[in-house]
């Protein structure tokens, strides 16, 4: 995942996340959720869910592309649905491409709980540009 230095990966801590699987438009991450993202029941308190899926997300496209060169991901648009609750101390987040047309891609994301039932759907659409 992200390395320290990220404002928002050192929020979540996401350089100290396993790696559960990683191939091109394919990610599976188990993420951890310190204190200063949880409520007062323990939950991730859903101000933070579109982080993780922003980092989680951008990361997958990351993975599969080629060519060289650095790019900026811009994201689009994000749609979340809440099913349940997503209680810590981690959470499973799988992350897939779904398609790819010219420099816009959509991605599909899942936080899964101890139980693996989808708690988060998330879909989002990146623009990747080229940095000048």
């Known amino acids: 995942m992200y390395q320290r230095g990220?404002?928002?990966a050192?929020?979540?801590?996401?350089?100290?996340w396993p790696v559960l699987h990683a191939s091109p438009?394919?990610?599976r991450?188990?993420?951890?959720?310190?204190?200063?993202?949880?409520?007062?029941?323990?939950q991730l308190f859903g101000g933070f869910t579109?982080?993780?899926?922003?980092?989680?997300?951008s990361a997958t496209l990351h993975g599969s592309l080629t060519g060289g060169g650095r790019v900026w991901l811009a994201t689009t648009?994000?749609?979340l649905e809440y099913l349940a609750p997503v209680i810590g101390p981690t959470v499973?987040?799988?992350?897939?491409?779904?398609?790819?047309?010219?420099?816009?891609s959509v991605i599909d994301t899942?936080?899964?709980?101890?139980?693996?039932?989808?708690?988060?759907?998330?879909v989002t659409t990146f623009r990747v540009l080229p940095v000048a």
């Open 10 to 16: 050192d929020l979540l801590r996401s350089w100290s």
């Open 6 to 8: 990220h404002p928002a």
């Open 92 to 104: 499973v987040i799988d992350s897939r491409i779904v398609t790819t047309r010219g420099r816009t």
């Open 50 to 57: 579109g982080t993780y899926v922003d980092l989680v997300a």
């Open 110 to 122: 899942r936080f899964h709980d101890a139980d693996d039932e989808v708690a988060v759907h998330a």
């Open 29 to 42: 991450v188990e993420a951890s959720l310190p204190e200063q993202v949880r409520n007062r029941r323990g």
């Open 25 to 27: 438009g394919h990610l």
């Open 77 to 79: 648009s994000m749609r």
